[in-house]
């Protein structure tokens, strides 16, 4: 926020009560422990791909449900040659009408010839009748060619989709043959974006007083890695008064965003102590409570958690990019997880390729780089900067006691990224040579431990 926003008379850091702030483990287990998984419930088709399916979809009817032609040409009653008579009536003995691929065969209609093996003539008292030709192999069409029987593809009450799958397109095409319009999936939240910030643009190279926004374009897509559905994003300045009425708007008229209540309203900036930062006051005015105030951490250290009366939670992440991005991860992955029916995030380790100093009292959220199997500190992780984390393999979350190198560190991999490669195991034994290779000069002697690279990281 700019001082140039400043509407607000300032409120004094001691006006706020004291409290110690969460560890980052307490955090992240608050986040997770405050949601209940969201309820079932129905969707449209058109919204369902990738959600869990709750309930098996069911055919409600045979498939097809009725017999149809699997050809353009002629349904025909009997064998030839037949006299024609009008599309859709029953057709008789020796009978035929004309018919398109997927069109219902009329009562009586036995098989259908195919139009390049169907000739139209006359008999001898010139009256037009259909006789085979053309291509017609013998004994053409035998009974039932080219019908595509009715339940041939699944008969009334056959489970067609399993509760548990996750939908992938074929499974609402599915479900639309067989005439859902909606299918009752696994509870996942809805995320709606408030940006805030008078100084921020969204669009175009800034001018000094102004930043980029830089969530805008990143966070509908880490909300959904993250397993929440994003519901759109509005953008206010600083003013106390914006704060307040986009908090308590339940469904804000939000273009291309869904008519419903967020789960969880995630704002950006506003986490500071000053006067010009309202987060805090707002939810209190609301009538929300205060779940996590302040993480323990560095960056992202003024993460806010609440939840207001009428159940939606507000994250919020401070304005600073890096900030944020490791404030998401370390409240609103696990949150998001527990309210879309989720385990918590997880946590694995990685041998860190240099020595971090102790920093008494807060853990350190690093974005690091793999190299040969270590992960070393990248660089530009300012609180504001972005370049680190766009090439970084994962965070290491570095102990307030620090960690020494080649030691085993907690570490996430990112929402976009691969897995982080389990660390060696040191109980493996090691890989004996081939016996048959001779001939070649004695390895290097290796390095009595981990060498330090992360001076080649630029
Ligand atoms: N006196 C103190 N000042 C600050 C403290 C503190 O403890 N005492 N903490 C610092 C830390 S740490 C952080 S993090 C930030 C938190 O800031 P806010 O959440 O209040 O956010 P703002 O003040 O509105 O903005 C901070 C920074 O981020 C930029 N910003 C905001 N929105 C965007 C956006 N959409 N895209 C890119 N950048 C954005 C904004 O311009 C500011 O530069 O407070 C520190 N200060
Ligand atoms: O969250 Mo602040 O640096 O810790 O940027």
Redesign the pocket.
Known sequence: ??SDAQEEPSKPEADHPRHLDHTWDEARRAAFDAAQPIPAGPVALELALGRKLDQDIVALQDMPHYASSAMDGWAVNGTGPWILVEPGTPLAPHQASPIATGGLIPAGGKSVLRSESARLDRDEDGLPILVTGGTARPGEPRNGQHVRKAGEEASEGDVLVKAGVVLNPAHLALAALAGYDELVVQGKPLVRLL???S??VGRGVPVPGK??????PQLPAVVGMLGGIPGGQQRIG?SYAEWLGALEDVVPEVPGAPDLPADVVIT???????G??HLRRAVAELGGRLIIDGVAM?????AVLAELPDGRFVL??????L?AMIALSTVGAPLLSALGHGSMPTVQEVPCGTTLEPEPGRTRLMPFRLLYGMASPAQHTG??MMRGLASADGVMVVPPHGVKLGELVPAFALPWGPPIPAPPDPNARPKTRSAGRTGRTAAKPAAAGPVDWSELLG
Do not use: I, Y
């Open positions: 926020m700019t940006l805030t910030g100084e921020v930043v980029r926004d830089t969530f805008g600083d950006t900036g506003g986490t500071g102590k000053s010009t930062d560095r960056p992202g250290h003024p919020g992440l401070p304005g600073n990019p900030a609180p504001g």
